[in-house]
């Protein structure tokens, strides 16, 4: 409700209202969206090494969860239904494991995260025509086509910020406010996430 009050008051004063979702700025990410052709299926991880609680479920899936959703659905084109899923919770109501299946169009969206695994890793793999990728922390790119493997260096003179999206987020904004545009995570997206979270839950 009160991210919906905020779409209508910034539209009500004429301002610009921007979600930060940064992975939808991270140059290995966005390079992705726009190379592959007709993805089959999409999968996005994001793991933790220890990182059960101490808030409940609803917080973790809207605080961490919701950008896993956010980003695997925005690879993969948006307007995804729900399939299926299933959520592990310790006593306590926290966190442990989650997977869901989405369908955008024809295209498999599957998303994952375990609070306890051992490691801090995020990945995205991609089926898609004529190419397979694998991208691991924003910063390593693999790409099979043909059979060969081609592996892109990593920048050494790219931030972590510019690496994981804040970079790109912020310049967006500032650009979408000199030139009174649209921003590409505007205030219906981060509602949409939103509710893709809300489904996951009722479910």
Request: with cysteine; charged share 20%; glycine share 8%.
């Amino acid at each position: 409700k009160q991210a919906e009050q905020l779409v209508e008051q910034a539209d009500k004063v004429g301002k610009t209202l921007m979600v930060g979702f940064n992975r939808r700025f991270a140059p290995l990410y966005r390079q992705l969206k726009q190379q592959m052709q007709n993805p089959a299926s999409v999968r996005m991880d994001k793991h933790r090494t220890d990182s059960v609680g101490p808030n409940d479920l609803r917080f973790t899936l809207l605080d961490d969860y919701l950008h896993v959703v956010d980003t695997a659905l925005w690879l993969a084109g948006g307007n995804a239904s729900l399939e299926s899923g299933l959520i592990q919770i310790n006593e306590a109501n926290q966190m442990l494991y989650g997977e869901h299946h989405f369908l955008c169009g024809e295209t498999l969206v599957t998303t994952s995260m375990h609070r306890r695994a051992g490691t801090f890793r995020e990945s995205v793999q991609a089926v898609a025509d004529g190419a397979v990728y694998q991208l691991d922390n924003m910063q390593i790119w693999r790409e099979e086509q043909q059979d060969i493997l081609t592996q892109l260096p990593v920048p050494g003179w790219q931030s972590t910020l510019a690496q994981r999206g804040f970079v790109g987020a912020i310049e967006h904004f500032v650009s979408c406010v000199s030139n009174q545009t649209t921003p590409e995570t505007s205030g219906e997206q981060a509602i949409y996430a939103q509710a893709m979270i809300g489904k996951i839950l009722d479910s």
